[in-house]
């Protein structure tokens, strides 16, 4: 096995115990693909998502599940609790019709606001 082979196989367990970013989705998908997996992007993988130095280069690399510790979101929304964490995350593991679903309930509440907030 080769390091890129190692690296690919140790971000596919990191994956599966932490899920796919959102802004690397598209990215990710190209390295489980076969794209270069260089010595930078390795380094860069494991700094921004907290992996560990080394990590992807371990042939034994022990997975950790990466906690929800920072309050700024990946797009730069400040996530206040936990429960906003959980709509996020419900939002992104949605398809496109759930999202669609969840976009219609989520007027009919900024309604029922607006009209709580305004008196009408």
């Not at 400040?78 to 989520?106: F, P």
Request: glycine residues 6%.
């Amino acid at each position: 096995m080769d390091i890129m082979e190692i690296r690919r196989e140790n971000l596919r367990r990191w994956v599966e115990k932490n899920g796919v970013p959102v802004k690397e989705r598209s990215f990710f998908s190209q390295l489980k693909s076969g794209a270069s997996f260089g010595e930078r992007l390795a380094r860069r993988l494991e700094r921004d998502y907290k992996m560990g130095d080394g990590f992807l280069d371990r042939l034994d690399a022990e997975v950790a599940v990466e906690q929800p510790v920072s309050p700024v979101d990946a797009i730069g929304l400040r996530v206040e609790s936990a429960e906003e964490l959980r709509l996020l995350t419900v939002y992104r593991l949605a398809n496109q019709r759930e999202r669609r679903e969840i976009d219609e309930a989520v007027e009919a509440v900024r309604g029922h606001i607006a009209a709580r907030t305004t008196g009408y």
